[in-house]
């Protein structure tokens, strides 16, 4: 195999940035003037250099343009120190929250800013949009020509991530009169957020709508048996014991997607049906099904009939319109939406559900979306979506732009979880080793993934961490490989939990003692001996191997209609982490905020309130076999057979596409302590009685 040529980070990768790292530090962007002129950089505007690293074409004059220009905080440093404070156990001010009114006046742009944002946004021909209540920007509208002039850029459309998106060529500037006002801009660099679903590599998208329509509901799925109702119900005793070795003869079969019940017992979290009761889950996500709620409350009718979904518990905040659903993938979206409500509400019946859509998939939308759950009224907001290698790739001025939104959360109490991502480190499909944004921000909590074998008394028997690699037994008429000794697939890695060692963020004073000095100095090539932010933070169950069964309305066949399937990723350890933190809030009388400062204390005070995860024992015996209908649907034209490792921690290979490749090891593995795939582990028995006493 001839060496892959992947971007080159040397040299080309900006100084870390110190966010709570001992004391606070100011904001990473700013303005400072332009060399011989009246105008102002706007520094974190240019997108990193391997984000420009593939031009694919330029911008037409008249493409239209949206946009928030983003607003200077009025004491940024005083916000971070007042997050550290605030959440920090043993503090003077611990759990002293603020409301969202106090946090605008203490912390927040001054009106005088909006003011000013607005009127050069309207001197420059813009179509002036929403501000939101805590002022943090300015939305505006206007093609492609007048963002040029205004922001002194050239636009142009770059190829990241296997997405044509538009950037930016040179950091952007605005009026030297606009000083202390305008720190950056979010949107004229457009950054493509995916969910973290995982049900299976090919399976089919569903009918396009028209650009006038809602879009259609996601192509049908379903599991076929054999598959287990429980952990090691039913074995592959068909199959040759040549046909997967190395691997131990006989391997169970899959899950066919845990309920809810077995979620919450193997958490330990009893079966009340008002666990979570007073407290509000918001949940953000890109478009709205119509068919959301009712999804969910036949979902449980069926499955779990004595914790219903009540109409009075749910609340739906649709976007105002909807757009770019081909390149979003839009019904896509759906299904994260009913895998984030059915299984929030699993882990805490009792709590209220509020959904946010945005109105597409791109980073100012979710950010706009994120703003209205924060302020909302919800103490924990639930997020299973991100930038893939963001923490590299995204520039600075949205960093700073989400980071503000985290901080205010922070400052008045809600608890913000993101998912870690579904690709390990991303090497395997970027030929980088770098973690997703916003999971490696620092003022939030990052969530990654395990493997949980449920047992029939519904206890936990075992977690791992979720690492899969995939190869294709057979495909056959039949759901077993008959007499077959040979694997018709090479085994190779598939998805597992993301995280990494930011390229961006210094290590924040919660982790300090705690993660361990091989992970927090990964990157001292670039930065020396400095210790970085690490994610995730903490795990739940997340390998479609061991996921849920979720139920919505799908494109079959023969029709629309309601169906189920089982679903995985860290899109569904974020919403079960979610529905824990409703009932820790519960227990403690009283919103737990920030969490990552008490999640560390907690740890080195309670080590037991955390599962470590480990490696298994015998890694040989550590798979499954999983059967799929080969057009996703039904039997007509066969399965595909295939085997899925757990915890996998061998080669993985990247290809550029152009028959370039490099192979090494899988980098993310799980070990005693704190680890780059699942953080602090997932919670024990004892997590929430734990969190209640800080």
Known sequence: MRAARWWALTGSVGLAVSFMAGTAAAAATSAHPAPGSHRLVLNGSLAPAQARAHPAGSVAATSPVSFDLLLSLRNASGAQAFVRAVSTPGSAQYRHFLTDAAWESR?????????????????????????????????????????????GVKLGYYTVNRHKVRLASTAMTVPSSLSGAVSGVVGVNQYLAVNGLTRQAGAQAAPAASPSQEPAPPAGFRNPQPCSAYWGQKIDTKDSDSLYKPYTHPLPYDICGYKPGQLRSAYALGASATAGKGVTIAIVDAYDSPTLLADAQKYYSLNDPSHPLASAQFTNVPPATVGNESVCAASGWFSEQSLDVESSHAMAPGANIEFVGAQDCFDSSLLAALQTAVTSGASVVSNSWGDTLGDLLTDASTKT????????????????????????????????????????????????????????????????????????????????????????????????????????????????????????LRNQALFGPVPLRVEPDISMDADAQSGMLIGETQTFPNGVHYGQYKLGGTSLASPLLAGVIADA??????????????????????????????????????????????????????????????????????????????????????????????????????????????
Not at 142 to 148: D, N
Not at 602 to 619: G, K, M, R, S, V
Request: neutral net charge; contains cysteine.
């Open 585 to 694: 809030n519960q227990a403690a009388g009283r919103p737990l905020g920030f969490l990552n400062p008490v999640l560390y204390k907690a740890y080195t005070a309670t080590p037991a309130a955390f599962n470590d995860i480990l490696p298994p024992a015998n890694p040989l015996s550590a798979a499954v076999i999983r059967v799929d209908y080969l057009n996703t649907v039904n039997n007509s034209a066969g399965y595909a057979v295939s085997l899925r490792t757990i915890n996998y921690a061998g080669p993985e290979t990247y290809c550029d596409g152009t028959g370039n490749c490099a192979t090494r090891n899988v980098t993310l593995t799980t070990a005693p302590g704190f680890d780059g795939m699942t953080g602090l582990g997932s919670p024990s028995a004892k997590f929430i009685a734990t969190l209640s006493k800080f």
């Open 107 to 151: 912390f927040g742009p001054t009106t005088a800013s909006v003011s000013k944002a607005e009127s050069w946004l309207r001197q420059q021909g813009f179509t002036v949009g929403s501000v939101p209540k805590d002022r943090l920007f300015v939305s505006a509208q206007g093609p492609a020509s007048t963002v040029e002039h205004a922001f």
């Open 401 to 520: 732009a989400f980071d503000n939104t985290f901080m205010l959360a922070d400052a008045t109490g809600v608890s913000v979880l993101f998912s870690s991502g579904d690709f390990g480190d991303n090497f395997g499909i970027s030929g980088i080793a770098a973690p997703d944004y916003p999971a490696s921000s620092p003022f939030i909590t990052a969530v990654g993934g395990t493997t949980l074998e449920v047992n029939s008394a519904g206890a936990r028997a075992a977690e791992y961490g979720w690492s899969t690699a995939k190869q294709v037994l057979c495909t056959s008429k039949e759901t077993n490989c008959g007499s077959a000794t040979n694997p018709a697939g090479a085994l190779a890695w598939q998805s597992g939990s993301a995280g990494g060692t930011s390229y961006y963020y210094t290590q924040p004073y919660y982790q300090a003692g705690v993660v361990p000095s091989a992970l927090a």
